[in-house]
């Protein structure tokens, strides 16, 4: 006699087996865990694997974030390390703006370009703090630009390093490398007005922002040599999720009913 009951249990045997035998064959025959469906997956999965296989294209992207910014910072440590830099610290306190005050691999800093810098920083700062609603004693603000000197001379250092590079780049890369990757500059700012706009409220010259494309471009074609190197192993991927669970771990958990009752002493 016909058993709904048992034949129902015979089919969910017969489907259990026919996975265990396709994910036997599958390895054997060089297939990989991705191959199976995802419902023959699920019954060897417990949910913090599951969780992690969710998770790993965020990771990966995380993982390539930081990996380009080790390199790229590896990169100009290295240009630095490189290069032959003077430095002449009683002009950047005391000199005209016509004196030297740094020659980068025999390319001359006046002491006028970085007075321009300051100035520019000095305005960054009274527009920030007049957002927030606070007033900053000029005094206050020359002894800022002051102590802040000496880091605004190795930025501008940094910067004159990185030109030099990029202009040995642009020897050698097509101009219309340098045009596309304006254009794609150009749309991520919203066109062409959009872009003059930000420009203007930072300050920034259409020559600048031209080195600033350069810079970029320079950047994105020493990243693509390295591009094997953004490649994250599923050990890495792994590892990262592990280390943000730790850390999820050991946050502090917060108690919703103390919060209530602070809330109530706030309000009596």
């Given at each position: 006699m016909?058993?709904?009951?048992?034949?129902?249990?015979?089919?969910?045997?017969?489907?259990?087996?026919?996975?265990?035998?396709?994910?036997?064959?599958?390895?054997?025959?060089?297939?990989?865990?991705?191959?199976?469906?995802?419902?023959?997956?699920a019954w060897f999965v417990d949910e913090e694997e599951e969780e992690f296989r969710e998770a790993k294209d965020e990771l990966k992207e995380q993982y390539q974030s930081e990996k380009e910014s080790e390199i790229l910072d590896e990169h100009v440590d290295k240009l630095i390390e490189d290069s032959e830099?003077?430095?002449?610290?009683?002009?950047?306190?005391?000199?005209e703006a016509d004196e030297v005050v740094a020659v980068?691999?025999?390319?001359?800093?006046?002491?006028e370009e970085i007075?321009?810098?300051?100035?520019?920083?000095?305005?960054?700062?009274?527009?920030?703090?007049?957002?927030?609603?606070?007033?900053?004693?000029?005094?206050?603000l020359d002894e800022r630009m002051e102590g802040i000197?000496?880091?605004?001379?190795?930025?501008?250092?940094?910067?004159?390093?990185?030109?030099q590079a990029v202009q040995e780049f642009e020897e050698t890369?097509?101009?219309?490398?340098?045009?596309?990757?304006?254009?794609?500059?150009?749309?991520?700012?919203?066109?062409?007005?959009?872009l003059d706009q930000q420009a203007a409220q930072m300050g920034i010259s259409e020559e600048e922002i031209d080195e600033q494309i350069a810079i970029g471009a320079y950047l994105n074609n020493y990243l693509e040599e390295r591009s094997e190197e953004l490649e994250p192993t599923e050990e890495e991927l792994r590892e990262m999720y592990e280390e943000q669970q730790e850390d999820t771990k050991e946050q502090p958990q917060i108690d919703m009913e103390d919060m209530k009752d602070m809330k109530d002493m706030k309000i009596k």
């Open positions: 016909y058993n709904e009951e048992n034949n129902y249990s015979g089919n969910n045997m017969l489907v259990y087996l026919v996975a265990v035998v396709a994910l036997v064959v599958g390895f054997t025959v060089g297939f990989t865990f991705d191959d199976v469906s995802d419902t023959v997956q830099v003077e430095k002449n610290m009683e002009v950047l306190e005391e000199g980068v691999n025999g390319e001359e800093i006046m002491k007075d321009e810098v300051i100035e520019q920083e000095r305005q960054h700062m009274k527009q920030q703090m007049s957002m927030m609603g606070k007033e900053i004693d000029s005094e206050e000197k000496p880091q605004i001379l190795d930025r501008e250092i940094e910067m004159a390093i990185i030109n890369v097509d101009e219309e490398e340098l045009e596309e990757r304006y254009d794609e500059v150009i749309e991520e700012a919203g066109g062409q007005a959009m």
